[in-house]
């Protein structure tokens, strides 16, 4: 996996352009910064429409892992638009500070090479940009992850170090939640319940199909086994979301009903026993963030900003991470979007991954479930491709700490609609 604070990229087939033998537009080059490659590097002169240019020349056509060796030392971020073939595939790549001049680091992002020549570029959209000292281009970043698709209703896992391994298994239908579980097992829910199946083979274990309109499914520290689900208002009877909570021979222990909260997806039991789940109330589409107690009872809510959340987990310093997708069908500018926000107590945008304007070539759809990679601060993130967009966008997109995007998965005859990921590597 790739580390944006190491140099090291962790791929293979690697191929080094400098950026001193590209095509320079306003760019300069210079060797007055110690630690660079080759014979220098090239310095951004103009604050707006300065450029470096590399001929690339891939032996196939595929998805290919960009990554620009850099350095800042400036104290803010130096963003430059990224092109490949005249496409936009970054309209903000990321270039944050390294330190020193002297100080070099990487900027990664994913992008589709044709089989030749293909022309990338960085051109300085408001600040004179980093001093950039190569081009490092190599096959795409490999993961082992398991997927759950509701529109196959399959539970994939891909090894993209041993595609033998791969192996796809039916599910039923209305699958949306999985999780690592003890054992070896992985939790899946499904539209009346979940079920475990083998990491390994795929095998199916423990199961419960007692219950209808299931949207999350989360095995809890006692060893029991959250069920949540949510029922529409009928006549005075509010709509209601409810968490079940159930033990191993699928006994209801005891529940926790929240009323007038509609478009429920999942649910994440906090460890003072609250529970953060998404929704609106009483269909508004005005989409939030709620923590609840152990009664029921609301005691935070954020709004995510027009977009329709997924799933939210709370960090150890108390900060929201929470999935975000456009309303309907139609991204609309300015209210709704993809991605993944971070959010303080006060409801600040702390930071965010994805955005439809930063990657308007990448076909971001509908943001729902995501993974942290382990070990290097990147985090996978489900595209669902339902809504009239089967076929249209990667099932899978993956960034760095800086936003950058690093990696995609899109394979149309596996899987269809991928609304979760857990990377395990």
Do not use: C
């Not at 100080?103 to 044709?114: D, G, H, T």
């Not at 208002?233 to 979301?241: D, E, Q, R, W, Y």
């Not at 026993?273 to 929704?279: V, Y």
């Not at 709004?303 to 799933?311: A, N």
């Amino acid at each position: 996996m790739i580390n944006p604070n190491e140099e090291r990229p962790a791929v293979s087939t690697i191929n080094t352009y400098e950026a001193e033998q590209a095509v320079l537009h306003g760019a300069v080059i210079a060797s007055n910064q110690a630690g660079y490659t080759g014979t220098g590097y090239a310095d951004y002169v103009n604050a707006t429409g300065d450029y470096i240019e590399w001929t690339v020349n891939a032996a196939s056509s595929g998805s290919f892992l960009l990554q620009f060796r850099y350095a800042n030392a400036g104290t803010t971020n130096r963003p430059l638009k990224l092109q490949v073939n005249g496409v936009t595939i970054a309209t903000s790549q990321a270039f944050v500070p390294t330190g020193s001049w002297t100080n070099w680091l990487l900027s990664s992002a994913a992008a589709n090479l044709n089989s030749g020549a293909n022309k990338i570029r960085l051109t300085t959209i408001g600040s004179n940009g980093p001093n950039v000292d190569k081009l490092i281009y190599s096959t795409s970043i490999k993961h082992r992850l398991y997927m759950v698709d509701n529109g196959f209703s399959k539970l994939l896992y891909l090894n993209q170090m041993d595609p033998s391994k791969n192996w796809t298994v039916a599910i039923p239908s209305g699958s949306r939640d999985l999780q690592l579980v003890a054992n070896n097992k992985i939790l899946v829910s499904h539209g009346n319940g979940a079920a475990e199946y083998d990491r390994t083979t795929g095998a199916k274990g423990w199961s419960i199909s007692t219950y209808t309109g299931v949207s999350t499914a989360q095995r809890l520290a006692n060893g029991n086994t959250m069920i949540g689900w949510s029922k529409p208002a009928s006549g005075s009877t509010p709509a209601k979301v409810v968490l079940s909570e159930v033990n191993s021979a699928g006994t209801e222990v005891s529940k926790v009903t929240i009323n007038n909260i509609t478009t429920f997806r999942l649910a994440r039991r906090l460890s003072n026993g609250h529970t953060l789940i998404t929704g609106d109330t009483n269909n508004d589409m005005k989409y939030k963030v709620f923590e609840v107690d152990a009664k029921g009872a609301i005691v935070w809510q954020q709004l995510l900003y027009g977009g329709k959340g997924y799933v939210a987990n709370r960090l150890a310093n108390g900060d929201t991470r929470a999935t975000m997708g456009p309303v309907g069908n139609l991204y609309q500018p300015g209210k709704d979007d993809n991605k993944l926000l971070q959010l303080s107590p006060g409801g600040t945008i702390v930071k965010y991954w994805g955005g439809m304007d930063k990657f308007p070539a990448a076909d971001l759809k509908k943001f729902s479930g995501y993974s942290d990679v382990p070990g290097n601060g990147n985090i996978v993130i489900a595209n669902w491709l339902g809504d009239g967009n089967i076929g249209t966008g990667p099932h899978a997109v993956e960034f760095d700490a800086n936003n950058n995007l690093i990696w995609s998965w899109k394979n149309s005859t596996a899987a269809q609609t991928v609304t979760n990921v857990l990377v395990v590597e």
